[in-house]
């Protein structure tokens, strides 16, 4: 069956650090991929997504490319602020839009 | 745009007893999902619905049921709550049921049973 695997965490950075979450996946098809970011007592919020491989997701300083090769789905940005604290989700969709969470990532970022 | 809103904020509930969970959106999407947070399990499917009148079972669906009588809403029922349904649930919806398709998510429900 379709799966997500994604690194544990938390993850502990200082402001202005290089950011990598990753992310891999198993699936059947070919699925879309996304980031959810989810801030302190509220719901999910995409980040990010790609629908086909070699597609790069951008959003707000963050970005991800669709390796099919490597089946993964890396989140990285640059340089991280102190309200870049929140829990990342990978997630894969496949036949019929049923999303595949993986268990999501807490980030803290400490000025 | 409110978007998804989801009622109540939270809730404590005794075992055994009937909880129905609501949900709304206003996006005029065909495609509405109810998801469980659970820690270190990230989220999973409850149940979904590709379009009204029609409902399906998704990853962990014991013990609870949906209707989806119209476009806008899609409850949640628990028909006789046990303490392993303690969760936060997620209503999501996306125009419709295709892989490219970005699902929405509502501010959820903390579910707490005794």
């Known amino acids: 069956g379709n799966s997500v695997t994604q690194m544990e965490g938390p993850v502990t950075l200082s402001e202005e650090a290089f950011l990598t979450i990753n992310c891999t996946y198993t699936a059947t098809g070919y699925p879309s991929l996304f980031w959810y970011v989810q801030y302190p007592g509220e719901g999910l919020q995409l980040l990010l997504k790609?629908?086909?491989?070699?597609d790069k997701g951008s959003n707000k300083g963050f970005e991800a490319t669709y390796r099919k090769e490597t089946t993964s789905f890396h989140l990285e940005k640059g340089s991280v602020q102190v309200s870049d604290s929140a829990v990342y989700f990978c997630?894969?969709?496949?036949?019929?839009?049923?999303?595949?969470f993986g268990a999501g990532t807490i980030l803290r970022v400490k000025s | 745009i409110a978007g998804i809103t989801q009622a109540p904020t939270s809730q404590i509930l005794a075992a055994g007893r009937r909880m129905t969970l609501r949900c709304t959106q206003d996006?005029?999407?065909?495609?509405m999902y109810w998801y469980r947070q659970d820690l270190g399990l990230g989220l999973r499917l409850i149940h979904y619905?590709?379009?009204?009148?029609?409902?399906g079972k998704g990853e962990v669906p014991d013990g609870y049921s949906v209707s989806r009588a119209n476009t806008d809403d899609f409850p949640l029922t628990l028909a006789s709550a046990v303490p392993s349904q303690t969760s936060v649930y997620f209503c999501?919806?996306?125009?419709?049921?295709?892989?490219?398709?970005?699902?929405?998510f509502g501010p959820g429900t903390r579910l707490t049973v005794l």
């Open positions: 619905s590709n379009t009204a009148g029609t409902t």
């Open positions: 999501a919806s996306s125009d419709g049921p295709g892989v490219t398709d970005t699902q929405y």
């Open positions: 790609a629908t086909k491989a070699d």
């Open positions: 997630a894969l969709s496949s036949y019929g839009n049923k999303l595949v």
């Open positions: 996006m005029r999407h065909n495609a």
